[in-house]
């Protein structure tokens, strides 16, 4: 809150400060997911050569029911990383891993085969940060897909894993340099 005219603050900023126009302009869409994969991330290329990688995050809570019983609740998302990021997600992360995200959440509204409407939580993740290791394994001790699964990079013939997209740009040495380091 502001000390002069008690108006809220968000992130520093103040909520009354500026033209009225503006403040009613002003919104902010911002999740922050801390979760586990459920399924191996996908890479894939836009015919731009950026990298795409997808894949599926369920947190988890515990609430009380009307009877007062414990309910497991799981909640699924959607998320979508972009650039060397996706690639980073791709190479060292693997269903089940534990990561914290930040992004922008959106509902997606579609129609499913029976005529139902559906919704689901998609996120376009803007940073992906990795909570634990997958253990033994990895490079000094940071676990990489392709020691652990067959790769994270090409399947045989080429194709880029996940398929879709353009075509993959070259792969250098398989040696993982400190700027390659995702955290």
């Not at 731009?48 to 009380?64: H, L």
């Not at 579609?110 to 997958?134: C, H, M, Y």
Request: some cysteine; aromatic content about 6%; overall charge negative.
């Amino acid at each position: 809150m502001c000390q002069d005219c008690n108006a809220a603050e968000v992130f520093g900023m103040h909520a009354a400060g500026g033209k009225r126009e503006e403040r009613e302009k002003m919104s902010f869409n911002k999740i922050i997911i801390v979760g586990n994969l459920g399924r191996d991330p996908e890479l894939s290329y836009t015919p731009q050569g950026t990298a795409v990688c997808k894949f599926s995050v369920a947190t988890n809570e515990r609430r009380r029911d009307k009877a007062g019983e414990q309910q497991d609740i799981t909640t699924w998302f959607r998320v979508t990383v972009w650039g060397k990021q996706a690639e980073n997600v791709s190479r060292y992360l693997s269903k089940g891993r534990k990561v914290y995200l930040e992004g922008r959440l959106h509902v997606e509204e579609w129609t499913d085969r029976e005529g139902k409407p559906r919704q689901s939580l998609e996120v376009n993740a803007s940073d992906v940060q990795f909570i634990d290791s997958a253990g033994a394994g990895g490079v000094e001790g940071i676990p990489v897909r392709s020691q652990q699964s067959g790769g994270a990079g090409a399947p045989s013939g080429g194709a880029p894993r996940g398929g879709g997209g353009g075509a993959r740009p070259p792969a250098g040495g398989d040696d993982i340099e400190d700027d390659e380091i995702p955290f």
